[in-house]
């Protein structure tokens, strides 16, 4: 079945035209639970891998936590997303690549207490790709263990909210505030940055943006993906809870918990207090540099 976001509730370039200059697109991506096969888009799912490629593994030290790794030792990486073309064609692949993956050491660093991404770009049709079979780190949080999803990607416009320039957002508050008090629709959880785990348009801050800049030509990085815990919040659900979503009579909170979470947190993410892993990269640069970012409420 398709994810469908509503249509937004109110014409935002009509009456915030200063911020059409800034709409990006994104490509939500709705995992919901599933049994993807090695050769589709998935989230948590499994992943082809060259069989002359060795598994990766992380060699970092790990602070000392409640889900601190068991022994000292490499940990292998566990899948985390797989992104074919095919399903978003947004998305600039690097040379004569077809598939990224995102992978990550589900323990967390001393660089923001979360999980270690890492990323992949493969020539899907390379001879020796197989369904990979990697190795389960013992110890880790379930919480840094996506369950396999199946993804039904969706095309939407993204406006910026932390992102808005600092001249645009003062010139533009009164307004905002005059709306949420005759409407009840924020701009800045209903109107700008879509939720959940996405591809392209803005990351979704919940605090104060943190833009990596390229360690070789300096400029500013690309936001490549967001990896949420959740498909929408307490405040956003109005607007980015997906049609086929929406309960026949209340709303998704007077659902089960059980049944909620399936649409909400289908992987069973938690990243810090509801928060997000932001992947950046560098498209100026041949080797495509890498970055990450991590905030939570």
């Known amino acids: 079945m398709a994810r469908t976001t509503p249509p937004r509730p109110l014409d935002v370039e009509a009456l915030f035209p ?155 508050d009164a307004r905002f505030e005059r709306l949420e008090e005759e409407t009840g629709w924020s701009y800045w959880y209903h109107l700008s940055v879509s939720d959940g785990i996405k591809v392209g348009g803005y990351p979704t801050w919940t605090q104060d943006p943190d833009w990596p800049s390229c360690p070789a030509c300096r400029t500013r ?12 919040d307490g405040e956003s659900w109005r607007t980015w809870l997906p049609a086929e979503d929406t309960p026949a009579t209340g709303t998704v909170w007077d659902l089960p918990y059980e049944q909620r979470a399936e649409i909400q947190r289908a992987p069973g993410l938690m990243l810090g207090d509801m928060g997000g892993i932001y992947l950046f990269e560098c498209t100026s640069c041949p080797d495509r540099p890498f970055a990450y970012r991590a905030d939570c409420s």
Not at 20 to 42: D, I, K, Q, W, Y
Not at 93 to 114: I, K, M, N, R, S
Not at 221 to 232: A, G, P, R
């Open 18 to 172: 200063e911020v059409a200059g800034h709409r990006r697109t994104a490509v939500r991506l709705h995992p919901r639970l599933g049994e993807p096969s090695a050769r589709e888009s998935s989230v948590g799912g499994p992943l082809l891998w060259p069989q002359s490629e060795p598994w990766p593994h992380c060699e970092d030290d790990h602070p000392d936590t409640a889900f601190s790794p068991p022994a000292q030792g490499p940990i292998p990486l566990v899948p985390v997303l797989q992104l074919f073309a095919a399903d978003v064609p947004d998305l600039d692949f690097p040379g004569a690549t077809d598939l990224l993956q995102v992978l990550w050491c589900p323990f967390d660093h001393e660089d923001g207490y979360v999980p270690r991404p890492e990323i992949r770009w493969w020539d899907s049709s390379l001879s020796d790709l197989r369904a990979a079979d990697p190795p389960r780190p013992a110890g880790a949080d379930d919480d840094y263990l996506p369950d396999p999803c199946v993804l039904h990607p969706e095309r939407v416009t993204d406006y910026p909210n932390w992102d808005l320039p600092e001249d645009v957002a003062k010139a533009l």
């Open 221 to 232: 990085m690309e936001h490549l993906l967001t990896i949420n815990s959740s498909e929408f």
